[in-house]
């Protein structure tokens, strides 16, 4: 099947563990991107990368670390992790990255992360 | 700051009639609009794109419409089902290269 995938679907874990969230797309697109989605639904983007190289970093903890060993998977690295942490993240990925064509982004199915 | 917001109350219609949900944008012209429905559990799936210059799109029982002068999309399902029942998304490019999204409105169809 094409599409974005992510791995674990749910993870919960204690207040200060470190966790990784794995992403991979097989759509051949370029660029890949982690958002978060709150308790409210807002879906709000974290950062993307395009061809392996940062492209958007939000205002975000830096105990968030991504990393993008090729431009097939985009991983979220996130150290000592926080109450306020817990929510769902999604992986999504677009053609080339172009805001101004209008794009289709495609997302994963998400990681539902609760931190205790 | 830019905005997007959506009626954060769930719509609540009646299996056969319109659905018609409303997005509204401040502080910014976006270059187009795009819709979105999310399942509960899933990812938000891509549905229709609308641009500053289209009036209305259509794609089999949806329409989407994008008043530049009231800054406002609306969505409309016809002959809406149970099967519509999701939380539908809008969202725009910012000024600033990345898409921002409404809190999304979620549609319940009762048969």
């Known amino acids: 099947d094409t599409a974005v995938s992510q791995t674990p679907k749910y993870l919960v874990t204690q207040m200060g563990n470190d966790k990784s969230i794995k992403c991979e797309q097989n759509l051949g697109h370029d660029t890949m991107y982690w958002y978060k989605q709150d308790s409210k639904k807002f879906l709000k983007i974290m950062f993307s990368y395009n061809n392996k190289e940062l492209i958007i970093n939000e205002t975000v903890p830096n105990r968030f670390s991504p990393k993008s060993p090729d431009k097939a998977h985009l991983n979220l690295h996130i150290n000592s992790l926080e109450l306020g942490d817990s929510a769902v993240y999604f992986c999504a990925s677009s053609q080339q990255g172009g805001l101004g064509t209008g794009e289709t982004q495609y997302f994963g199915p998400g990681t539902r992360l609760l931190v205790l | 700051s830019q905005k997007i917001e959506q009626n954060s109350e769930a719509l609540n219609i009646q299996e056969g009639k319109t659905a018609t949900l409303t997005c509204n944008y401040t502080?910014?012209?976006?270059?187009?609009l795009q819709w979105y429905r999310q399942d509960p559990g899933r990812g938000p799936v891509f549905l229709l794109l609308?641009?500053?210059?289209?009036k209305e799109k259509r794609k089999e029982r949806l329409k989407v419409t994008f008043d530049t002068t009231l800054k406002q999309s609306l969505f409309h399902i016809t002959a809406s089902q149970p099967a519509d029942s999701a939380t539908y998304l809008c969202a725009s490019p910012s000024n600033t290269g990345k898409l921002i999204f409404g809190q999304g409105t979620t549609l319940q169809v009762k048969p």
């Open positions: 609308i641009r500053e210059n289209e």
């Open positions: 502080n910014y012209s976006p270059a187009y």
